[in-house]
Every structure is written in structure tokens, then in C-alpha cells.
């Protein structure tokens, strides 16, 4: 193996995600390119590198690297342009010029071993010197730490990411717990993990290793919506996972229930585990949805009905017997859920409830899971409505991970009424944060849409709620005279009973468009989104098109559409940055989507500055405005007018969002939404969600594929099963206590 020394003077590429570089290295009598995966960039770098020279076919002679290890110059020059690179903090051109001629060759020494001495040198400063030693110590441990990641396969990005949160310490926590990586950082899974930790010398069958593997499991269950697993599913699926013999995993599952790191229950004659956040939410949310359910300001109906016929004089509304009765029984009721499809008047009925409860000196707080919907009934109702984090003040504790909420039972929200609107999308964790924070004797109102998709966290909340049939629950079934003469209300509740949709009536908003293929099925979409739809509607293509999938793959899929769209309606151009991170080339005039609540992202408000704050969510759409690749950002304009800006170390929470799946555009609308028709998996291929799709378009749906498909979707009812219990408690714990008071309050301490 041959070996070279020199330094890095130019980096001629490198991959951000996986740290493949390739530079020039002028050794002492050669300038040579060199390639290899590098933990930093090492430009201005001295290194040692081990190797072998080949003859690329194209590129000429190269040294291809195996190994590399930083050095520290010894030439004088080369001390001083190197404290001068920007890497050591405090000190610019002049200063290391005055150092090295204050210590030459013994510089490093004198920083690392004697740092008092810096302030030998004129200018500096007793806290200059402690800040020049510091810094120059956390290169050292950063350059240590990036080389020890990379070399358990580690990419430079998740490098950063690991150095980023857990700082110098970052070696000794993973060798103590390798299994924290998969929990603490975003993009590394248990799998990654895992293989660190075997290289570690974590014994395969450890009951340390089965723990990790049982946790990820319940884990994985979670983020595909279950409260729980069934405990067989769980031992068998933990087993598989980690090629260990079930009686070990049996074995840690009793010992982590015993240890109060998971719960075992029986639960409609099935054992079954949870992991125990799951566990403690599912049981707080049942108790608090009881004890509001009590609360009763005793208020005749009769004064209700007066109220609202005043309302309906003042706001010149007119409301059918069903909204009626459900604005009535808002009033009169400690909880209720209001459920019902588009154009059955929910905006119209929580507008009237807020009116009376105005009229009555409530005070009234509206929220809704998702910055977009939030938006959207602050819109129809004239009143704020803040997202349910923004409403609980979200912040970080103390370890600045983990997310709590200043709003909570020991700083209850400040109201009388809260109203939640596009409840289905509200998942376990989340409502418990939520009750948590309202005080006994205000009432809740719950708003949604049982029939669309489920949320994305676990639980089925707004489903098993009214599948309990503990709480007061009002269906609108009638379509409000105002949408009648839309296809695309029409449709979606044709959908909703199995009934296929009406398409192509003239003037209608609701089009079918037959393709044979799935490869003529994306020429036509592309076609559609870029010049048919916005010639003949005037629209704009980004801002007012989307384009729906059922699933990430295949050739109709969003991964191939969003490629396809972006080369059409975004193409490489001389006067367009662009970075390429990943499976992505993101170019300046993108339309993208965040992929993950980032509660810390600072973001300023387009057109004022001063205007700032915290956090941008999963689904939040925009463009990216610029593209900096000499300092490795790039700047992202959401729908809010929110700005934010990404290091390019960051761009795994982004990709481009021409096109996405249904699940990701839950408590969005658009203008226009476009959706193949093609095959797919009959999980995905269900009605529930062709009917979520169909409900995304305020103005226009167009469909493009064959009508077999569609008739799939609209015939596939099974929805698929969520492990959660949230009905069985609420039945059982009414039932129980019922047959304890003999039917007086319910309240539970």
C-alpha cells in the first residue's frame, strides 16, 4: 500500500450524503487527484493518505484512497495559513502571522499543551486565548469523531447530524448505547444501529440488544398507527428481526413490563404490549374525554334556540334542522363530535357556535393539527386559529430534545370552549397533550371528517370515539344547497357510500381522462400540469396544481412524477442553482414539502423581517427561492409566508412536492388535484383514501388511467386495522362506572 503526504488544494467534488470526494493533493513532488470517502471537507488540509495509484479511462491518473489521517503543518507558512483558514475562532491573517512569529515551530504545542501564552501575543487577550485553545481543541475532537463514525459506515451528513447533538461527547455515548442513534437522530434507523453496536461487541443474543430490538418494534408499529401490538405479533416480529430464538425475546418482554418500560394488558381477550407513552396516553385521554363530558353550565335549550335564531337574523344564515341540532347540542353538551363530508356545513356550523358562545361572553379557542388547516378556518370564521402545538406553546426541555407543552394541566389553557377542526388527523399523543391542558368544566368541540384517512401518529381517536358510542356525536349526512351543484362534493360522497363517480358532464369540475399505460399516464399528467390545465384555467402550475399518488413508487408513483414535472416545468438552467442531496436535485423555483416537524427551524416572514418565530411542520409546502452553494444553503418560501433557511446538511427533511402521496396531503386543499389511475397495492387501493384525494380540490379534480382501477378503489372498503382501544375504554370505563353510581357522575380523579 502506498502512501503520500501533502496538502488538499482543491476540492474538485463532493457528495454531501456520502462524503465521496475528489481533490487535488500537491505532495512534495506531484500535484495528484486523489478520491476516496473523506469524514470533512479537507480543503487547505494536511493529510496522510494510503492507497493505490490506478488509471481511470477518462479521468487519467488518480490515487484512490483507502485510509487518510489529518496532520498538523510544520512548515512556518503552512502553520500560519492554517491557524488563518477560518477553522480556529479568533484568529484572522494578522493574528496568526504574530503567533508564529512569537512561537514558530512550537505554535501548536503552545496552543494545545500552554494556551496561557497566547497572550503573550499583542491583542489577545486572556478570553481570546481560552477561545483560540477551545476551538482549536473541538477541531481536533470533531476531526476524531467524524473519522470513528465514518468508519462504522456512518455518512458524513448523519456524522454532522450525531456531532451536532450530542457534541464532544458523541464517542463515549454511542459506545455506551449505540441503540440512542436510531432514537435521538433523524434518518438513522435501529438497522444502522444495530450493526454499530455489533461492531462494538454487543453479544447478538444480549438482553440489551432484544430491549432495543422490542422498543423499535413497538416503535415501528406506532409510526404505522397502532397504540399497541398483540403480544405473539410483537415476540414473533422481534425474533425475526434479530435472528434470536423467541424464548429470549419472551424472556426481555417480561422483564421490560416488570421494569415499567413497556405495558402488558389484556384487552378483548388478547394479550397485547404497549410501549408505555402509548399506554398513558390512551388511558389519560379516555379519563379526560369523561370528565368534561360532565360539564354542564345549565343553560335551557330553550335560551340556546333563541340564541341562535338571533344569530341567524344578525348573520343572515340559514341553517337546515342538522345544523341546528348540532350547533344545540354543542352548547348543551361537555364534549361532542361533529362529523360529516365536504359541503355538509361544518365551516358554517362552528361559525354559529362561535357566535352564540360570543353572544353568551365565552371565550372560545380554535385549533387544528396543521398550519394549512388552521389557516383555512381562520379564514371562513373571521377568528384566529392556531395550530394545537402553537396553541399548547410548544418548547424544548432542558436537554433541548425533548418537546413539551407550557399549556398543560398545571397551566391549563385560558378559555371556556375549545374548538378542534379537522379532528380525524389528531393522533393518541397528540389528544392527550390536548386534555391535558383543558381545565374540568370547559366544553370541547370536536370537528372532522370520520371517513377520510386516519392520522399519521398512532391511535384512531376520532374513529374510536364515536365507535364507543360514550359521547355525544352528531352525523351530517346532506349536502348544503351551496355545493349541490358541485361533481366534486357529488362525487366524494358517492365515493364515501361505493358508488362510482360522475365525470365529464360539460361545465363540470370533475374529469375522467382514459390512458391505456401507466408510462402515457405520466406523459398526460405532465402535460396536464404544465400547459393544458394552466392554458385553459389560467392557472399557476405551482402554486394551484397538485398532483396526487396513492404510493411513492412505480412509474405513476411520486418519486417518477415529481422527477417527470420538475424536467418539464423546471429544467436545468445556466441561470438556476441547484444541489443535488441524495435521491434529489433541488433547484432554485422547486415547489418541495417538509418531510418532518422541525419545531426549531427559525423562519422570518417574507417582506418583514422582524417579524420571526419557531417551527415549520411535516407536509408544509413551498419553493426554494435561492440556492448558496458557497456557504450551503438554500432558502424556502412556505404558503404562510414563512421563510426559513436549510444548511445543506438538513436537506433529508425536504423533497420535492410537485407530486405526493395522499397520506401527505391530509388537511390540505388546492385548487386543482390531479391523481392516476393505475395499479397499486390493495392496502393503498382503498376508498377511504381516493375519497381523502377527492376532498383535497376546492375547484377541480382530474383523474387520468383506466376506470378498472377506479372501481377498485371505490369497491376496496377494508380499511385497515389499527391496534388501538380507545372505544373499549371509553365503553368499559362508562359501563363500569355506571354500575358503581347507579347512573350519577361519571368524573374520575
Given at each position: 500500500m502506498?502512501?503520500?503526504?501533502?496538502?488538499?488544494v482543491?476540492?474538485?467534488f463532493r457528495?454531501?450524503?456520502?462524503g465521496?470526494?475528489?481533490?487535488?493533493?500537491?505532495?512534495?513532488?506531484?500535484?495528484i487527484?486523489?478520491?476516496?470517502?473523506?469524514?470533512?471537507?479537507?480543503m487547505?488540509?494536511?493529510?496522510?493518505?494510503f492507497?493505490?495509484?490506478?488509471?481511470?479511462?477518462?479521468?487519467?491518473?488518480?490515487?484512490?484512497?483507502?485510509i487518510?489521517?489529518?496532520?498538523l503543518?510544520?512548515?512556518?507558512?503552512?502553520?500560519?495559513?492554517?491557524?488563518?483558514?477560518g477553522?480556529?475562532?479568533?484568529?484572522g491573517?494578522?493574528?496568526?502571522?504574530?503567533?508564529?512569529?512569537?512561537?514558530?515551530?512550537?505554535?501548536?504545542?503552545i496552543i494545545?499543551?500552554?494556551?496561557?501564552?497566547?497572550t503573550?501575543?499583542?491583542?489577545?487577550?486572556?478570553?481570546?486565548?481560552e477561545m483560540?485553545a477551545?476551538?482549536?481543541?473541538?477541531?481536533?475532537?470533531?476531526?476524531?469523531?467524524?473519522?470513528?463514525?465514518?468508519?462504522?459506515g456512518?455518512?458524513?451528513?448523519?456524522?454532522?447530524?450525531?456531532?451536532?447533538?450530542?457534541g464532544?461527547?458523541t464517542?463515549?455515548i454511542?459506545?455506551?448505547?449505540?441503540?440512542?442513534l436510531?432514537?435521538?437522530?433523524?434518518?438513522?434507523?435501529f438497522?444502522?444501529?444495530?450493526?454499530?453496536a455489533?461492531?462494538?461487541?454487543?453479544?447478538?443474543?444480549?438482553?440489551?440488544?432484544?430491549?432495543?430490538?422490542?422498543?423499535?418494534?413497538?416503535?415501528?408499529?406506532?409510526?404505522r398507527?397502532h397504540?399497541?401490538?398483540?403480544?405473539?405479533m410483537?415476540?414473533?416480529?422481534?425474533?425475526?428481526?434479530?435472528?434470536?430464538?423467541?424464548?429470549?425475546?419472551?424472556d426481555?418482554?417480561?422483564?421490560?413490563?416488570?421494569?415499567?418500560k413497556?405495558?402488558?394488558?389484556n384487552?378483548?381477550n388478547?394479550?397485547?404490549?404497549?410501549?408505555?407513552p402509548y399506554?398513558?396516553?390512551?388511558?389519560?385521554v379516555?379519563?379526560?374525554?369523561?370528565?368534561l363530558?360532565?360539564?354542564?353550565?345549565?343553560?335551557?335549550?330553550?335560551?340556546?334556540?333563541?340564541?341562535?335564531?338571533?344569530?341567524?337574523?344578525?348573520?343572515?344564515?340559514?341553517?337546515?334542522?342538522?345544523?341546528?341540532?348540532?350547533?344545540?347540542?354543542?352548547?348543551?353538551?361537555?364534549?361532542?363530535?361533529?362529523t360529516?363530508g365536504?359541503?355538509?356545513?361544518?365551516?358554517?356550523?362552528?361559525?354559529?357556535?362561535?357566535?352564540?358562545?360570543?353572544?353568551?361572553?365565552?371565550?372560545?379557542?380554535?385549533?387544528?393539527?396543521?398550519?394549512?388547516a388552521?389557516?383555512?378556518?381562520?379564514?371562513?370564521t373571521?377568528?384566529?386559529a392556531?395550530?394545537i402545538?402553537?396553541?399548547?406553546?410548544?418548547?424544548?426541555?432542558?436537554?433541548?430534545?425533548?418537546?413539551?407543552?407550557?399549556?398543560?394541566?398545571?397551566?391549563?389553557?385560558?378559555?371556556?370552549?375549545?374548538?378542534?377542526?379537522?379532528?380525524s388527523?389528531?393522533?393518541?399523543l397528540?389528544?392527550?397533550?390536548?386534555?391535558?391542558?383543558?381545565?374540568?368544566?370547559t366544553k370541547?368541540?370536536?370537528?372532522?371528517?370520520?371517513d377520510?384517512?386516519?392520522?399519521?401518529?398512532?391511535?384512531?381517536?376520532?374513529?374510536?370515539?364515536?365507535k364507543s358510542?360514550?359521547i355525544?356525536?352528531?352525523?351530517?349526512?346532506?349536502?348544503?344547497?351551496?355545493?349541490?351543484?358541485?361533481?366534486?362534493?357529488?362525487?366524494?360522497?358517492?365515493?364515501?357510500?361505493?358508488?362510482?363517480?360522475?365525470?365529464?358532464?360539460?361545465?363540470?369540475?370533475?374529469y375522467?381522462?382514459?390512458?391505456?399505460?401507466?408510462?402515457?399516464?405520466?406523459?398526460l399528467?405532465?402535460?396536464?400540469?404544465k400547459?393544458?390545465l394552466?392554458?385553459?384555467?389560467?392557472?399557476?402550475?405551482?402554486?394551484?396544481?397538485?398532483?396526487?399518488?396513492?404510493?411513492?413508487?412505480?412509474?405513476?408513483?411520486?418519486?417518477?412524477?415529481n422527477?417527470?414535472?420538475?424536467?418539464?416545468i423546471?429544467?436545468?438552467?445556466?441561470?438556476?442553482k441547484?444541489?443535488?442531496?441524495?435521491?434529489?436535485?433541488?433547484?432554485?423555483?422547486?415547489?418541495?414539502?417538509?418531510?418532518?416537524n422541525?419545531?426549531?427551524?427559525?423562519?422570518?416572514?417574507?417582506g418583514?423581517?422582524n417579524?420571526?418565530g419557531e417551527?415549520?411542520y411535516?407536509?408544509?409546502i413551498?419553493?426554494?427561492?435561492?440556492?448558496?452553494?458557497?456557504?450551503q444553503?438554500?432558502?424556502?418560501?412556505?404558503?404562510?409566508?414563512?421563510?426559513?433557511?436549510?444548511n445543506?446538511?438538513?436537506?433529508?427533511?425536504?423533497?420535492?412536492a410537485?407530486?405526493?402521496?395522499?397520506?401527505k396531503?391530509?388537511?390540505?386543499e388546492f385548487?386543482?388535484?390531479?391523481?392516476?389511475m393505475?395499479?397499486?397495492?390493495?392496502?393503498?387501493?382503498t376508498?377511504?383514501?381516493?375519497?381523502?384525494?377527492?376532498?383535497r380540490?376546492?375547484?377541480?379534480?382530474v383523474?387520468v388511467?383506466?376506470?378498472?382501477?377506479?372501481?377498485?378503489?371505490?369497491?376496496?372498503?377494508k380499511?385497515?386495522?389499527?391496534?388501538?382501544?380507545?372505544?373499549?375504554?371509553l365503553r368499559?370505563?362508562?359501563?363500569?362506572?355506571r354500575?358503581?353510581?347507579s347512573?350519577?357522575?361519571?368524573?374520575?380523579?
Open positions: 502506498e502512501s503520500l503526504k501533502g496538502i488538499v482543491e476540492i474538485i457528495n454531501e450524503e456520502n465521496y470526494t475528489v481533490a487535488l493533493l500537491e505532495a512534495e513532488n506531484e500535484v487527484p486523489i478520491t476516496g470517502i473523506f469524514a470533512t471537507e479537507l487547505g488540509e494536511h493529510i496522510e493518505i492507497g493505490k495509484r490506478i488509471k481511470h479511462p477518462k479521468y487519467g491518473e488518480q490515487f484512490q484512497v483507502d487518510y489521517k489529518t496532520l503543518p510544520t512548515d512556518l507558512k503552512q502553520i500560519e495559513n492554517y491557524l488563518s483558514s477553522f480556529i475562532k479568533g484568529i491573517k494578522f493574528t496568526a502571522k504574530k503567533i508564529v512569529e512569537a512561537f514558530k515551530e512550537d505554535t501548536f504545542n494545545q499543551n500552554n494556551p496561557k501564552r497566547l503573550e501575543v499583542p491583542g489577545i487577550g486572556k478570553k481570546k486565548a483560540i477551545n476551538s482549536f481543541a473541538e477541531q481536533a475532537d470533531i476531526k476524531e469523531i467524524m473519522m470513528f463514525l465514518q468508519s462504522h456512518i455518512s458524513t451528513n448523519l456524522s454532522i447530524k450525531i456531532y451536532k447533538e450530542y464532544k461527547n464517542i463515549p454511542i459506545q455506551e448505547n449505540p441503540y440512542r436510531s432514537e435521538d437522530i433523524y434518518g438513522i434507523g438497522k444502522l444501529a444495530d450493526k454499530i455489533s461492531s462494538l461487541g454487543v453479544e447478538k443474543d444480549s438482553p440489551y440488544r432484544i430491549s432495543s430490538g422490542v422498543k423499535y418494534v413497538l416503535l415501528e408499529y406506532a409510526i398507527g397504540s399497541y401490538m398483540p403480544y405473539h410483537l415476540v414473533k416480529s422481534t425474533a425475526a428481526l434479530l435472528s434470536v430464538a423467541v424464548d429470549k425475546v419472551e426481555e418482554v417480561r422483564n421490560m413490563a416488570f421494569t415499567d413497556i405495558h402488558i394488558e384487552i378483548k388478547e394479550t397485547v404490549v404497549y410501549y408505555l399506554h398513558t396516553a390512551e388511558v389519560n379516555c379519563k379526560g374525554l369523561i370528565n363530558a360532565q360539564t354542564n353550565w345549565d343553560i335551557p335549550e330553550e335560551e340556546v334556540v333563541e340564541y341562535l335564531e338571533n344569530v341567524e337574523k344578525e348573520s343572515s344564515l340559514t341553517l337546515t334542522e342538522m345544523q341546528k341540532e348540532a350547533v344545540i347540542q354543542s352548547i348543551l353538551n361537555g364534549v361532542i363530535v361533529i360529516g365536504p359541503g355538509t356545513g361544518k365551516t358554517t356550523i362552528i361559525l354559529s357556535i362561535i357566535k352564540i358562545f360570543e353572544a353568551m361572553g365565552k371565550k372560545v379557542l380554535l385549533c387544528a393539527p396543521t398550519g394549512r388552521a389557516k383555512r378556518i381562520t379564514e371562513s373571521g377568528r384566529e392556531k395550530t402545538h402553537r396553541m399548547l406553546e410548544y418548547a424544548y426541555g432542558e436537554d433541548d430534545r425533548n418537546l413539551i407543552f407550557n399549556k398543560n394541566e398545571n397551566s391549563p389553557l385560558d378559555c371556556h370552549v375549545v374548538i378542534v377542526d379537522e379532528m388527523m389528531v393522533d393518541i397528540l389528544m392527550n397533550n390536548l386534555l391535558k391542558a383543558i381545565n374540568r368544566g370541547l368541540i370536536m370537528v372532522g371528517d370520520v377520510q384517512l386516519p392520522s399519521v401518529g398512532a391511535g384512531n381517536v376520532l374513529a374510536d370515539i364515536i358510542n360514550t355525544k356525536t352528531i352525523r351530517l349526512d346532506m349536502i348544503f344547497r351551496q355545493s349541490v351543484g358541485s361533481m366534486i362534493v357529488q362525487n366524494a360522497h358517492a365515493v364515501n357510500k361505493g358508488t362510482m363517480p360522475l365525470c365529464n358532464k360539460k361545465g363540470s369540475d370533475f375522467f381522462i382514459k390512458q391505456n399505460s401507466s408510462k402515457s399516464v405520466l406523459e399528467i405532465v402535460d396536464l400540469y400547459n393544458r394552466p392554458n385553459k384555467y389560467n392557472l399557476d402550475p405551482i402554486k394551484d396544481i397538485q398532483v396526487l399518488s396513492p404510493m411513492k413508487k412505480g412509474t405513476a408513483g411520486v418519486i417518477e412524477l422527477k417527470k414535472i420538475q424536467e418539464a423546471n429544467p436545468p438552467s445556466k441561470y438556476k441547484e444541489k443535488t442531496f441524495g435521491n434529489y436535485t433541488f433547484r432554485e423555483g422547486d415547489k418541495v414539502m417538509q418531510v418532518k422541525n419545531y426549531q427551524a427559525s423562519w422570518t416572514l417574507t418583514n423581517k417579524v420571526t417551527g415549520i411535516n407536509g408544509d413551498g419553493f426554494i427561492v435561492y440556492i448558496n452553494n458557497k456557504d444553503e438554500l432558502l424556502v418560501q412556505f404558503d404562510d409566508d414563512k421563510e426559513v433557511i436549510y445543506f446538511n438538513q436537506l433529508d427533511e425536504l423533497i420535492l410537485y407530486a405526493t402521496t395522499v397520506h396531503s391530509q388537511g390540505s385548487p386543482v388535484i390531479i391523481m392516476p393505475v395499479w397499486g397495492p390493495p392496502m393503498l387501493m376508498r377511504n383514501l381516493f375519497y381523502t384525494a377527492i376532498t380540490a376546492k375547484k377541480l379534480v383523474l388511467g383506466q376506470e378498472k382501477y377506479m372501481e377498485e378503489m371505490v369497491e376496496n372498503n380499511i385497515q386495522k389499527r391496534f388501538s382501544a380507545l372505544d373499549y375504554r368499559s370505563t362508562v359501563e363500569t362506572y354500575l358503581l353510581t347512573g350519577g357522575d361519571l368524573s374520575i380523579g
